[in-house]
């Protein structure tokens, strides 16, 4: 029995349908919903970009797109059949050209959305030429990817350049760490169960730690990544939505606003970083691969590969429980995980010699999405009360069969909430302001002190300081593995 839901047939324009983003994700992405049903059969997807190229070269373009980054079991001529719904148009974002051809190809009685594929510089002129072109109806949707801004000036530039054309309830930031089942599965192991959220404060947690480490450096990406960093590509986005969905108080209701009010009461609720609980590394060569500057231009670049450190929220519920954030590229494993440890039970009836024991709940984002839950158990024998930590584990593999290993990507979900018009898993303007409002006084503490990155060994767990960041606090970090 299929439990997708089809959406409304829909028209969906891709500026930048020859990007990288494009063919990487949202091109495969939309197959694979068309494959899976959900996506009607007469719904239309128009790539634009400044090329020159026809709807075959398009075609063309798409089928290698989705033959190389993630094709999915279809039966012989489904593929056709959504090449077939494919079609380009040229369009020049900040002239004149191609944009009353694409307004030509729209349907009235679709859904229209526009996803902005293309840097943050080109927002504006697309929302402007939407609207003065007649592009945009009453309930047309724009989508806008990451980085939404490099500080709070420029965001709160883009919202307002935003604004001009389309209210809040047109726009749909991304954050695709919200799209990924595992993180909407926070929400639902939070306030879907009695078991964790009276636990779920200060009195009983003694700290989180999320963490989010890649095995992959800049590569490539040098160039852009350079005037970005760790802070500003993962923490003020990816690692901030999950806080925020580990800290919010329940909502209301699963709805949009709902949820929205909830986590930027969160943001607002964090105190300033003091700068001793932020550690910034770069990673530094080894005998098998260059370190970060050889991928940067600047030889001497003082941007950091890897952030970690300690907030804390200033409310009822978090007073006084430390949140510790960690990411890095170059590390020991590709792993996304948030960790609520709780409190020592309050007196050992087992005497000193039992040792120190707490219970743990892991949430792995990934791989092998799951939880595990760390429960204090005798060890067995006959020598007397001694305990031993041991894990209550569970994947969603195993316990939900092939189809809790067949989750559709992150990219697949967010495009089909865009189309049904629910905002809950997007940011909101204000959100990304107060996310920036956080972090911008962190990363300009650096420039004025002059700080310099922490040299950090690929394949580790990122500079020794980030472990001392706990280890003061007489705690430790999670292995990453
Ligand atoms: P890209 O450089 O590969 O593609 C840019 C696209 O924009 C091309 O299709 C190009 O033709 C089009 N374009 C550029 N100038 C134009 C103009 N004046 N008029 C019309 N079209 C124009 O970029 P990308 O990697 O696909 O990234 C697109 C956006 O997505 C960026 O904001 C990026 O930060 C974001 N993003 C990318 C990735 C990724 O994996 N590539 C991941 C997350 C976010």
Not at 55 to 81: I, K, L, M, N
Not at 128 to 154: C, M, N, W, Y
Not at 159 to 180: C, P, S, T, V, W
Not at 406 to 433: C, H, K, S, W
Request: charged share 25%; glycine share 10%; aromatic share 8%.
């Amino acid at each position: 029995v299929s439990r997708v839901i089809p959406v409304d047939t829909f028209d969906l324009v891709i500026f930048g349908g020859t990007g990288d983003l494009a063919r990487r994700k949202i091109l495969p992405g939309l197959f694979r919903r068309y494959c899976a049903g959900q996506m009607p059969p007469e719904a239309q997807i128009i790539g634009a970009a400044r090329s020159e190229m026809t709807d075959d070269e398009y075609r063309a373009f798409v089928r290698e797109a989705v033959d190389e980054f993630g094709s999915t079991p279809h039966e012989p001529g489904q593929f056709d059949a959504f090449l077939g719904r494919v079609g380009y148009q040229r369009v020049d974002a900040k002239g004149s050209d191609g944009w009353e051809d694409l307004g030509a190809r729209l349907r009235d009685d679709a859904v229209r959305a526009f996803y902005f594929s293309v840097g943050p510089a080109l927002f504006g002129d697309l929302a402007e030429r939407l609207r003065t072109f007649g592009l945009a109806t009453q309930d047309t949707r724009i989508v806008v990817e990451k980085p939404f801004g490099h500080d709070l000036q420029s965001a709160r530039a883009l919202n307002r350049e935003l604004a001009e054309h389309f209210n809040e309830g047109q726009i749909y930031r991304i954050d695709h760490y919200l799209g990924k089942e595992t993180v909407q599965n926070l929400m639902a192991v939070r306030f879907g169960n009695m078991l964790f959220e009276p636990l779920w404060n200060a009195q009983h947690v003694d700290h989180i730690q999320i963490t989010v480490a890649e095995t992959v450096g800049v590569g490539g990406r040098g160039g852009y990544y350079d005037k970005s960093g760790a802070m500003r590509d993962m923490i003020q986005n990816h690692l901030m939505q999950l806080l925020c969905l580990i800290a919010m108080e329940p909502p209301a209701r699963f709805e949009p606003d709902s949820v929205r009010d909830e986590k930027l009461k969160v943001i607002r609720a964090l105190d300033p970083v003091e700068p001793h609980h932020v550690v910034r590394g770069q990673y530094a060569a080894d005998e098998n691969q260059p370190g970060y500057r050889a991928h940067v231009e600047d030889p001497r670049s003082t941007t950091e590969s890897f952030v970690a450190l300690k907030a804390h929220i200033s409310n009822w519920r978090w007073a006084g429980t430390p949140f510790y954030l960690r990411t890095g590229k170059m590390l020991r494993a590709r792993t996304s995980e948030i960790a609520v440890v709780f409190k020592d039970a309050p007196h050992s009836i087992f005497g000193a010699e039992a040792g120190r024991h707490r219970n743990m709940l892991a949430i792995r984002l990934q791989p092998n999405e799951g939880m595990t839950l760390d429960v204090t158990i005798k060890e067995p024998g006959p020598g007397g009360m001694r305990l031993v930590d041991v894990p209550l584990d569970m994947s969603f593999a195993d316990a939900l069969g092939p189809d809790g290993a067949d989750m559709p990507d992150a990219y697949e979900r967010l495009i089909m909430d865009v189309i049904r018009g629910n905002q809950t898993l997007f940011m909101r303007g204000d959100e990304v302001e107060a996310a920036w409002a956080w972090t911008d006084p962190i990363i300009e503490s650096w420039a004025r002190r002059g700080d310099v990155p922490k040299p950090y060994d690929p394949g580790g767990s990122g500079p020794d300081d980030a472990l001392m960041l706990m280890h003061r606090d007489g705690r430790r970090w999670r292995d990453i593995k």
